[in-house]
């Protein structure tokens, strides 16, 4: 250090360099007594020792549940509730396919909420993006039903996306003006 330097300021200096070792030392430490070192974020969770028993449970469910669709693939339910479990599970890529699977069964029958909800999932797996494929199926519910919320809120959430502020809004206020009083959305 320059002796022109005022020991007042070199003390400050050498405080805040003893914190910037310091800091992630004790942070360290702390990790390695109570955090969780062994857990590779790639591991399975249900492979973990000492998991949340809950977490487990929905784990082992949701594979149950994927077993049995495998043998009898023609119920659209049981895809639709296989595609909610992956979503509690954070699992987007799986639960955009049984969400697909779904969609297919449906065919050309009026499905709306199977696509709202398959459409919401393709959103979540592209990081809160309103893609193009997602806006197809919000367009797809809107031709079913001119007044579902959450189509007309993602379809307004791409127009934010795309920089059109002022379309986004004027989606969303007629989207407010439209809700009966208590709506839960």
């Known amino acids: 250090m320059s002796p022109n330097i005022p020991v007042a300021q070199r003390g400050r200096r050498w405080t805040a360099l003893a ?78 396919a049984a969400y697909a699977k779904a969609v297919a069964l449906a065919g050309d029958k009026p499905a709306p909420m199977v696509l709202a909800e398959y459409a919401e999932t393709l959103v979540q797996g592209n990081n809160g993006l309103v893609g193009d494929d997602a806006q197809a199926q919000f367009r797809r519910v809107l031709k079913i039903i001119p007044a579902e919320p959450r189509s007309q809120f993602y379809l307004g959430l791409a127009k934010a996306q795309a920089g059109d502020a002022k379309g986004a809004l004027a989606d969303w206020v007629a989207l407010l003006k439209q809700a009966e009083p208590g709506a839960p959305w």
């Open 19 to 96: 914190a910037a070792l310091i800091t992630p030392a004790i942070a360290f430490a702390v990790y390695m007594a109570i955090g969780s070192p062994d857990l590779s974020p790639n591991r399975n969770p249900a492979q973990v020792a000492g998991a949340d028993p809950e977490h487990m449970d929905m784990v082992a469910l949701t594979q149950q549940l994927a077993a049995r669709l495998a043998k009898s693939p023609g119920d659209i339910q049981g895809w639709m509730l296989l595609g909610r479990s992956y979503v509690t599970l954070e699992d987007f890529p799986r639960a955009i």
